[in-house]
């Protein structure tokens, strides 16, 4: 696996969780936050319309 600097990962961007609680899922990044630890963390909308929280590094970016 190759990781992505999160400058990659951009707000509205489709995108496919690889590994973490919601490995499989995949949808559109909405919310970027770096914590105080460096940690980044996103929010991505589900298909359907749910929210979910993971860290930047659990992702891939889907182009389209």
Do not use: E, F
């Not at 951009?10 to 909405?30: L, W």
């Not at 940690?39 to 929280?53: A, F």
């Amino acid at each position: 696996m190759k990781d992505q600097s999160p400058a990659a990962i951009r707000d509205g961007a489709s995108c496919k969780v690889i590994s973490g609680v919601h490995a499989g899922k995949s949808g559109t990044v909405r919310d970027i936050k770096t914590g105080k630890t460096r940690h980044v963390s996103i929010t991505v909308v589900l298909p359907d319309g749910d929210r979910i929280k993971t860290l930047a590094k659990n992702v891939i970016v889907i182009k389209p």
